[in-house]
């Protein structure tokens, strides 16, 4: 059974650098084919998949934040880092990890609950 | 990068009603085509994947067709639970894109 849960701060300030820990189980993201998605959702409004990393390291980023995005397997090989640099009140969300199914279909088949994290002064 | 619509963009129905959404990609994607539903609150659930295949453990009131640039997204009977918003969302490219969203709720 997979699972993945979402961890970081619930506030961050203007300008400042944004961290979530996606912790998950019951896959190994060393495995070929695996890989691990980062997904936000603005209240309201519809999801927006930020980036991916795969089983072999290789990234990617959505173009329009690619500038401001990093994302990295964490030091447990659970876990999985991202970075967002430059936080502004638009970037209010729910962070969402996700599995990403490589067959059959690739998809987004196991989500985390979520976290949200508001930007505010 | 490959924009997604979908429409309507909220819908009403009864129960038992048939409730169908379209979803169109402004290029051919094949049928990399994926269907999610979302309660509030809640993470989104893949229901379709492929364009027209279901997920395991989705009940087969749920259907979806579709190739290239045009897919449809049907609930034969509508049910009290499938109450939600959907979202398509291709991967064409190697970033997955989620369309902007059909709210269902009951009339």
């Known amino acids: 059974q997979i699972t993945l849960q979402e961890s970081g701060p619930t506030l961050v300030k203007p300008t400042q650098t944004l961290t979530l820990t996606c912790t998950f189980s019951g896959f190994s993201l060393s495995t070929s084919g695996e890989g691990v998605a980062w997904i936000r959702q603005p209240p309201g409004k519809a999801p927006e998949c930020l980036g991916l990393i795969y089983w072999d390291d290789d990234k990617t980023y959505s173009p329009s934040l690619k500038n401001r995005l990093t994302i990295t397997k964490g030091t447990s090989k659970d876990q999985v880092v991202l970075t967002m640099t430059s936080m502004d009140p638009v970037d209010t969300a729910t962070y969402f990890c996700?599995?990403?199914?490589?067959?059959?279909?690739?998809?987004?088949?196991?989500w985390g609950q979520g976290a949200l994290v508001t930007v505010s002064s | 990068d490959i924009q997604m619509t979908q429409s309507p963009s909220s819908l009403s129905a009864s129960v038992g009603d048939r409730v169908t959404i379209t979803c169109q990609a402004s290029q051919d994607i094949s049928n990399y085509l994926n269907w999610y539903q979302q309660k509030p609150g809640k993470a989104p659930r893949l229901l379709i994947y492929?364009?027209?295949n279901l997920e395991t453990g989705v009940p087969s009131r749920f259907s979806g067709s579709g190739s290239g640039t045009h897919f449809t997204f049907t609930i034969s009977s509508l049910q009290p639970e499938d109450i939600a918003t959907y979202y398509c969302q291709q991967y064409h490219n190697l970033l997955f894109t989620f369309g902007p969203g059909t709210k269902v709720d009951f009339k």
């Open positions: 996700a599995h990403r199914r490589g067959w059959p279909g690739r998809s987004f088949d196991y």
């Open positions: 492929d364009a027209s």
